[in-house]
């Protein structure tokens, strides 16, 4: 069964950092590309970051360029996003997912307020 589980959500002040982690099982998490999306209230799915197979390419959404990080260890079979400077506009739920979407995990709340 393939499960992908996220955590490291919680509340945190502007200019804070938080590391999210997704565990990943049920799949060879090595084949796999690993994203990550976030969702607003009210809001739709908004892409923030991928890495390839074996991390040799890695991309970001322009709003958090500079300030995400996207890394994984495949012998954890898990995917990090270090996220710093973080600003209340990230606010959201943070979701990982595998490949092109097929499988979604149930999502993690980032929470940035003062």
């Known amino acids: 069964q393939v499960q992908l589980v996220e955590s490291g959500g919680g509340l945190v002040q502007p200019g804070g950092s938080l590391r999210l982690s997704c565990a990943a099982s049920?799949?060879?998490?090595?084949?796999?590309?690993m994203n990550w999306y976030r969702q607003r209230p009210g809001q739709g799915r908004e892409f923030v970051a991928y890495?390839?197979?074996?991390?040799?390419?890695?991309d970001y959404a322009a709003s958090v360029l500079g300030r995400f990080t996207i890394s994984r260890n495949n012998a954890r079979n898990t995917v990090y996003l270090q996220m710093n400077s973080l600003k209340p506009e990230d606010t959201a739920n943070y979701y990982c997912?595998?490949?092109?979407?097929?499988?979604w995990g149930q999502g993690t709340q980032v929470t940035v307020s003062s």
């Open positions: 049920g799949f060879t998490f090595s084949r796999y590309r």
């Open positions: 890495i390839t197979r074996e991390g040799e390419t890695v």
């Open positions: 997912s595998r490949g092109l979407g097929d499988y």
